[in-house]
């Protein structure tokens, strides 16, 4: 297992990049630690698999290094990086029996027959598959299917990193559950580098410790999923986690308070950002309380998604999104007020201010 | 609810019925009724029962012929689907080659099989053809007229040029069907050249390769036109398949009843032998 270090990457696919645009991959420079669980999350087209088929050697990016452990692998090519990767729909040999499947990186490796054995049956018992050992590839599920290619992987006792790339895009439902579980159990157990591509944010919470955000071809956030709900550092971030994502409304500052239309807030602290053309206040869902005093609000639709009731209001020209308990009030003449912990204050879409 | 009942729609089928009656059931009747009597004209007819099979089974010269026949499919089907799948494997997957790769592959397959015998009846000569002329500067003997070697080289050459690219087209056509993730999979497991064709690309071009072994099986199996443009069948007997043969008996003797008969074991031949390579090929198939 080693530790990644992406120096100074920036990757276009087409030749001769101009201006910012061309970059599939603006400049990411980041350090991940050995034996560290990162989520690679963001929409479609965001270079997060850009940013997955760098580290793994599919893509040499346009500038920059790749740092494995402190040495440069940005010229080595896939299989001297010593990476494994599980892919968005299942890669097996159809034609092999499970057991082959995970003998078979072994042997292009040239390692004694009796060492693949003892790795094999061992793999086979961590990916729950040993009483499939001798069964032909092709009949199993898709969810055994991408557990041999992660059996792939882990069967490598000196792989540096595992890449999975959307991996469980072809699961049933509950399976992903299982699937993921295992996977972080794997993680503990073990302390592999991994480093998983999603665009589905539950699976990147679950999943990692870290969470890396990206959007547009640049890593807007990299923290726990508490930082990235607590405190997203850019407007994206808010709207994009969280379900539904952050309001964000545009406000004016004037010393320690922010206005909305007609009405003033408290703001939790002073933040005075310099020369921004858009200041913007920020709060999650979970922290607007409806009740009957605060700002009046019109309420426009109301989703009861079973755990809770998700409001949808209308505070003068401005759309708020509301979480309200199942069973809890919601009066006839409804007024919001904003948790002071819960507000966050955007310049120019960047987060400003303390904490 | 009850069902409304139309006869009507069985005129709708008629016609098809009347094409297929005419194109193929009546036809084959006609062959089966040769096949069974003996004819002096005048439309006298004698039964005649299984002689016609009896004489065509036990004749020689139906045995070499059939002999001829099998030893050819096996060598154009060893030469062409192995030549058909390396050449597939190094065509382009994309850019401007793509196109270019295609038509050319395609081009042999639209010229019609009497012009490709043609062509290679010109081109072989050795007075004016290109492939006469320079094998003889070289210092080769070369000499499909006389030559019964030079004539099975000859037409092998000519079908290998003109139906490779069947197989060619099939195969790549398995081939660009694979998805990326497959040999990048590879790449990550460290998989040789070999072993990305011996277990990712062979089995995703086992199905397309059924239907090109099939295909040219029988095709070549009823080979008729080309080696009859070329040598006629000679020199000697040397390249008279079962269809040269066939009509040399049915035109050439007017010998109506073993052509019947002939036609008749000629067609189940080649049914049992395609049934024979479909079943073998796809119980290899499921077993794997």
């Known amino acids: ?355 | 609810m009850e069902k409304t009942w139309n006869n009507k729609a069985w005129f709708m089928v008629l016609p098809v019925l009347l094409l297929v009656a005419f194109s193929a059931v009546i036809p084959l009747m006609t062959v089966v009724n040769y096949s069974v009597q003996d004819t002096f004209g005048n439309n006298q007819f004698f039964w005649a029962g299984t002689e016609w099979f009896e004489e065509v089974l036990h004749s020689e010269r139906f045995h070499a012929s059939l002999g001829r026949n099998l030893v050819f499919s096996f060598i154009i089907l060893a030469i062409e689907v192995p030549l058909g799948i390396i050449i597939a494997l190094n065509m382009p997957r994309k850019g401007w080659g793509v196109p270019v790769c295609l038509v050319l592959m395609a081009l042999p397959l639209l010229i019609p099989w009497n012009v490709v015998g043609t062509i290679w009846q010109v081109f072989g000569r050795v007075d004016i053809g290109l492939l006469g002329r320079t094998l003889a500067n070289l210092g080769i003997n070369y000499n499909y007229v006389q030559n019964p070697m030079h004539a099975w080289f000859t037409v092998i050459i000519m079908d290998v040029w003109h139906w490779t690219s069947l197989v060619v087209l099939l195969c790549y056509a398995g081939l660009v069907s694979i998805p990326d993730a497959f040999y990048q999979a590879a790449k990550i497991d460290g998989a040789s050249r070999w072993a990305v064709f011996r277990y990712i690309q062979l089995p995703k071009m086992n199905r397309v390769l059924l239907i090109a072994v099939l295909l040219r099986f029988m095709d070549s199996f009823m080979i008729y036109t080309e080696p009859f443009v070329v040598t006629g069948g000679g020199p000697g007997n040397s390249t008279t398949f079962l269809s040269i043969d066939l009509v040399k008996v049915a035109v050439g003797q007017f010998d109506l009843g073993p052509a019947a008969a002939m036609s008749i074991i000629y067609f189940l031949i080649i049914l049992l032998l395609s049934w024979v390579f479909y079943t073998v090929m796809t119980n290899y198939d499921a077993e794997r």
């Open chain 1, 1 to 355: 297992m080693a530790r990644i270090d992406l120096n100074h990457i920036r990757h276009a696919y087409g030749s001769n990049p101009r201006s910012d645009k061309d970059y599939a991959l603006k400049e990411v420079h980041h350090s991940w630690e050995d034996g560290g669980a990162y989520a690679l999350l963001g929409p479609s087209g965001c270079g997060k698999t850009t940013l997955l088929n760098i580290i793994s050697g599919l893509i040499h990016p346009s500038h920059g290094q790749l740092l494995f452990d402190g040495v440069d692998v940005t010229n080595l090519s896939t299989q001297e990086r010593n990476i494994a990767q599980v892919f968005q729909f299942p890669v097996i040999y159809d034609t092999m029996t499970v057991y082959d499947n995970l003998a078979f990186p072994l042997r292009n490796r040239g390692v004694p027959q009796a060492e693949i054995d003892r790795k094999v049956r061992e793999t086979l018992e961590m990916i729950d598959l040993a009483s499939w050992a001798d069964k032909k590839a092709r009949g199993l599920t898709a969810d055994q299917k991408q557990k041999i290619s992660l059996g792939r992987g882990l069967v490598r006792s000196d792989v540096n990193a595992i890449l999975f790339d959307e991996p469980l895009t072809v699961i049933d439902p509950h399976m992903k559950w299982v699937l993921r579980s295992q996977l972080k159990q794997l993680h503990q157990r073990f302390g592999y580098t991994m480093v998983y591509v999603t665009h589905d944010q539950t699976e990147a919470l679950t999943f990692a410790q870290k969470v890396v955000v990206m959007y547009d071809g640049e890593i807007v956030q990299i923290g726990t999923p508490e930082e990235l709900f607590e405190r997203p550092k850019h407007t994206f971030v808010g709207y994009f986690i969280g379900s539904p994502g952050m309001n964000v409304m545009p406000v004016k500052l004037s010393g320690g308070m922010a206005q909305i239309g007609s009405h003033q807030i408290q703001l939790p602290s002073p933040v005075m950002p310099a020369n921004a053309k858009v200041i913007e206040l920020g709060i999650r869902p979970e922290y607007v309380r409806l009740g009957r005093t605060g700002m009046p609000v019109k309420i426009a639709k109301v989703e009861d998604i079973g755990r809770h009731k998700i409001v949808r209001t209308k505070l003068e020209n401005q759309d708020i999104a509301i979480i309200v308990e199942e069973g809890g009030d919601i009066p006839a003449e409804p007024h919001v007020a904003f948790d002071p912990k819960g507000i966050n204050i955007y310049a120019d879409s960047w987060r400003v201010g303390g904490q």
